[in-house]
């Protein structure tokens, strides 16, 4: 199946994937409704958060270029110091872009 990415077929695309987006979020907060939140699930939700966070930066660092690599490093420092995400990302950019200045 293609789509014709000229005139209204980008936006008959976006639309597609956003009806997508909605229907699984919506979908998972309607399932969640059913189900109790003890100690166990609060756990799972805890770990699966966290894996699937490795799972999108590992390949980075095994398969990035010396710009991701340092900043991954960067931004895991900035986190461990001040223990806050948004100047952990701020500095991991700013690193990743003064390493493909040069």
């Not at 936006?11 to 909605?22: F, G, Q, S, Y």
């Not at 980075?60 to 931004?75: H, I, M, P, Q, S």
């Not at 461990?80 to 493909?100: H, Y």
């Amino acid at each position: 199946m293609s789509v014709e990415t000229l005139g209204g077929g980008t936006l008959l695309i976006v639309a597609v994937m956003t009806l997508v987006t909605l229907a699984t979020r919506w979908g998972g907060v309607y399932v969640m409704a059913f189900v109790p939140i003890g100690p166990r699930v609060r756990r799972f939700i805890v770990a699966m958060s966290g894996s699937v966070l490795v799972a999108l930066l590992a390949p980075l660092a095994v398969n990035g270029d010396g710009g991701a690599r340092l900043a991954l490093a960067t931004t895991a420092l900035v986190m461990l110091v001040f223990k806050k995400p948004l100047p952990a990302i701020a500095a991991g950019i700013v690193a990743a872009a003064v390493a493909r200045l040069w």
